[in-house]
């Protein structure tokens, strides 16, 4: 055989097996130039553990902040619409929040009204982040202000990858 047919041969091998590999799902090409979006299955209920550092305020929602680490379960519940956590103020694992699907993206809210050390927080956010595992909690407060209390990375806890 000649240098010119086993290198043909080779190069053929080469792409049957990069298509087989693309086909079943082993490899992708991003020929296209676009960024694939993560394909994720929204329903069921999606429950993780987060390593999350918690900022605590102090009087009147300000600084300074007592930080502790602690390990949080998250619920999202997508045949539901809804999520919770043990988190702070409004969202927790018995009063949960509404849940919206956006790409990587899972955010739970919930409205709220009270006061509390004098400021008025009107609602409670948290968001899940399917691509970094990363975990974010805020409250919004009246005069459009935001509080971050807590952030942490998750993992899930069935069934995983997210």
């Not at 693309?22 to 960024?35: D, E, I, M, P």
């Not at 999520?83 to 702070?88: C, F, I, K, M, S």
């Amino acid at each position: 055989m000649s240098k010119i047919t086993s290198l043909l041969l080779a190069i053929a091998a080469i792409i049957v097996l990069a298509v087989a590999a693309s086909v079943t799902g082993l490899v992708t090409f991003n020929l296209g130039g676009k960024a694939k979006q993560g394909s994720y299955q929204n329903k069921g209920v999606l429950e993780v553990v987060c390593d999350a550092e918690i900022s605590k305020p102090g009087e009147r929602l300000a600084p300074p902040f007592e930080l502790t680490r602690l390990s949080l379960p998250a619920v999202f519940d997508f045949e539901e619409n809804t999520g919770a956590y043990p988190g702070e103020y409004t969202i927790s694992m018995n009063r949960k929040g509404t849940l919206k699907v956006d790409g990587d993206l899972l955010e739970i809210y919930r409205p709220a009204m009270f006061k509390r050390h004098g400021v008025i927080i009107i609602g409670e956010h948290v968001t899940l982040d399917r691509r970094t595992g990363e975990l974010k909690q805020w409250l919004d407060l009246d005069g459009g202000k935001r509080l971050d209390l807590i952030v942490g990375s998750c993992k899930r806890t069935n069934h995983a990858p997210f």
